[in-house]
């Protein structure tokens, strides 16, 4: 994704906080941003990217430079893309959270029938972006040809405060 398009994305859901939040409330808003280089298990050579920008609406005011708090019931919204190489047959995309011995294991839908730059959102709960926080995803693309897989790196942006 485009230094650009980040910086308008950014924008675009720190402008939702504030409407969501309303006109009299104090938004604060966290966000980190997410990127997974997807390295072909089998079937082909070729490798894709996954990059998202996950943001924090609410909670109890800016989180502290170097921790990843999530509070409990706090909302989180992901905006994501995949790159992905054109492989041979359908392409599924998904987002496994927690660990395989965890009984929180959760796996999130990307897109079925995806294209090579697909791109989308989704909610989620704070437990599974503490999973995520702390190196526990993995985004596996599968086609009919070939699978692609790649663990999920966490970068931490500082919070910001708005004024409604």
Sequence with gaps: ???????????????????????????????????????????????????????????????????????????????????????????NASLRIGSPRSSTRVTRVLCTRCSTTPRGTMTLKARQVRHISKAGAVVVVRAGSATLRGPVKVFVDLPATTKG
């Design 1 to 91: 994704m485009s230094r650009t398009r980040k910086g308008s994305l950014v924008v675009a859901l720190v402008v939702a906080a504030i409407a969501i939040g309303g006109a009299t409330a104090v938004a604060s808003v966290f966000w980190l941003h997410l990127h997974a280089r997807l390295a072909p298990v089998s079937g082909t050579q070729a490798a894709g990217e996954f990059n998202g920008t996950l943001v924090r609406i609410g909670g109890r005011g800016p989180t502290p430079t170097g921790r990843v708090p999530v509070p409990l019931g706090s909302r989180w919204q992901l905006a994501w893309s995949l790159s992905l190489p054109k492989l041979d047959g359908t392409m």
